[in-house]
């Protein structure tokens, strides 16, 4: 079992978000709360990120939002969370939320969150990030996405060894369960390694 205390989660910041997304993140946030598990997210003040964020707080668990200045500066960000930290770009952002992270859950999201997404798979790739990556494939939101690896591979633009940087999950239940249980990632053997 992994020893886990904090889990990023990547998701979207709209608001017409069908309801089957909003319940997985509200059972998420749920489940990481009432397991002390801190999640980390973009301290975004709308869509799912407020959502899981909320059910986490409701609880009894804690959140730490990641935001840039500038969308501090635009309104965007939520100042009830538990511990909101302030920085200077997108890219300290993303850095900042996986340093604090012992895993990452996706749940579905736009562009931002598929740019997350595929960039902590590359770090994971590079040995940059050996933590457990969930993709959480609500309503099989996912789908196209997880064709568009396994064609990746298939075709040697990436090895079949690489899908397994990630597991994925159908509820957030699952998901929670995969991060406690994904072997360690050895990035020089470009297998998992007992932990």
């Known amino acids: 079992m992994n020893s886990i205390s904090s889990v990023c989660v990547y998701c979207a910041s709209s608001?017409?978000?069908a309801p089957v997304y909003v319940d997985a993140a509200r059972e998420l946030g749920t489940l990481l709360g009432e397991r002390g598990i801190r999640l980390i997210n973009g301290a975004g003040s709308i869509g799912l990120m407020r959502v899981s964020a909320d059910?986490?707080?409701?609880?009894?668990?804690k959140v730490t939002g990641v935001i840039p200045q500038f969308m501090m500066d635009e309104g965007w960000?939520?100042?009830r969370l538990t511990e909101l930290r302030v920085v200077d770009s997108m890219h300290q952002r993303k850095q900042l939320m996986a340093d604090l992270s012992d895993?990452?859950?996706?749940?579905?999201g736009g562009i931002g969150t598929?740019?997350?997404?595929?960039?902590?798979?590359?770090?994971?790739?590079?040995?940059?990030y050996l933590?457990?990556?969930?993709i959480l494939n609500t309503d099989n939101y996912y789908q196209p996405l997880l064709a568009m690896l396994r064609q990746a591979a298939e075709q040697h633009f990436m090895r079949p060894t690489h899908a397994d940087l990630w597991q994925v999950a159908t509820t957030p239940q699952e998901a929670v369960g995969l991060i406690h249980t994904t072997p360690a990632w050895d990035p020089n053997l470009r297998k998992f390694a007992a932990i």
């Open 77 to 79: 960000g939520y100042d």
């Open 131 to 134: 933590k457990p990556i969930v």
């Open 114 to 128: 598929l740019e997350e997404l595929l960039e902590i798979i590359t770090w994971k790739q590079l040995g940059l």
């Open 55 to 61: 059910a986490a707080m409701a609880a009894g668990g």
């Open 15 to 17: 608001r017409q978000i």
């Open 103 to 108: 895993a990452v859950i996706a749940l579905p």
